[in-house]
């Protein structure tokens, strides 16, 4: 089993451990959502590929142009998330994830693959020196200090979309946008939810529920991103630290 992975499949996306929630026999709320996300997805060629364990060992990529990302590019694979964790770490599993994708997005003729990343790492991001190593540069960048990294197999590369460079809304409240596709999103948002209204802090939380929808945000998005008096701050989920310190500012 140690080198056995799988795709998740319309046959077994009801069963399979999706790797990155908390493991309980109970169904949670975030799981149950994804699922939901994915079933929707496997059909526009989502990939989400997982070594045979109840674990983090996985990665997550579908094509640009079907990816909910504010990416612009043609005939490439965008990685979502390639997570290794607590004792898979360090085994060589990162290494195939990667080399998986690869290949599959030469079998299929892609142009490339390409993933978020910024000039300082970010903890909801996947790790950019990692990628690095395969061939993976910048080939664009925001103003707030994202960047676009691509490997390219011939010469074109992505872009971030204009209005991805925005980084501004017409609101001062606290705006969150989110979509369903990572399981630890709708804990982070009841969450943030409770401390807004118990500290009675206005707050915008917008659902991004449809493809058109997270091309046209005003900002990055992996599947998170937080304003604040109009300016974009992050795409990392919030816990309840970070939160304060951004209503401090």
Partial sequence: MEHQFINLTAENLAVEHLC?????????????????????????????????????????????????????????????????????????????????????????????????????????????????????????????????????FDGTTPRFAENAKKEQISSDELTIYYDLQCPYVPQVIEKVGQYCEASAVPVSLIQVDTLQKSKALPCVFNNFAVFYKGKFETVNLLDIAYLARILKK
Wanted: glycine share 10%; aromatic share 12%; proline share 4%.
């Fill in 20 to 152: 990155c929630i908390i493991r309980s026999k109970k169904p949670h709320p975030g799981v149950e959502a994804k699922r939901k996300w994915l079933t929707q997805r496997l059909s526009e060629g989502h990939v989400f590929r997982k070594l045979d364990a109840k674990g983090c060992v996985f990665i997550e990529y579908a094509p640009l142009e079907t990816a909910w990302v504010p990416i612009i590019g043609e005939n490439y694979l965008y990685i979502y998330c390639l997570w290794i964790n607590g004792e898979y770490k360090g085994k060589g599993y990162g290494k195939m994830l990667m080399e998986f994708c690869l290949a599959d997005a030469k079998v299929k003729g892609r142009s490339g693959v390409c993933m978020l990343g910024a000039k300082k790492q970010k903890t909801w991001l996947s790790d950019q020196a990692f990628v690095k190593k395969f061939g993976f540069e910048t080939v664009d960048s925001t103003p707030g200090g994202y960047e676009l990294l691509a490997l390219s």
